[in-house]
């Protein structure tokens, strides 16, 4: 049994929705996908890189979209054949066109992207806003003072 049922968790929660669609996207056949492979690394305390291996295409045939915390990259080469007929005995180059979609956490940016040696870099940079971030409170060492009590006149 493959499934997981979150449907209970849905009723006793409030602002993890979008966690539990991913959870539930995990099992998708379509998720599956494992062309071209790829690397996720940190490389600071607030910086990313995705490596992809994207051999035999270049800056043309390559395109980067990120769009409603979804970053998506497409490949798709160019039909250039040789004008002589050659037969292939074995073709083991990839030449299908891919996409890939990586799902981006909130207030991560794409800031740059490059292609050398056939791995395309694309650097994230997660720029939280200064109202989010966790900030000190200074405890002050006032002395307590008695409670104030309640007087009444009896009448």
Known sequence: MRHVDFSPLYRSTVGFDRLFTMLDSLGQP??????????IERTGENTY??????????ERELSIEAHAHVLAVKGEKADDEPAE???FLYRGIAKRAFERRFQLADHVEVTAASLKNGLLHIDLLRNIPEAMKPRR??????PVSTPKAIEAKLA
Do not use: H, K, L
Request: hydrophobic residues 40%; charged residues 15%.
């Open 137 to 142: 409170i200074a405890i002050s060492a006032e």
């Open 85 to 87: 007929q050659s037969e």
């Open 30 to 39: 379509d998720q599956a996908q494992s062309y071209p492979p790829y690397n």
């Open 49 to 58: 890189r995705i490596t992809m291996a994207v051999a035999g295409f270049d």
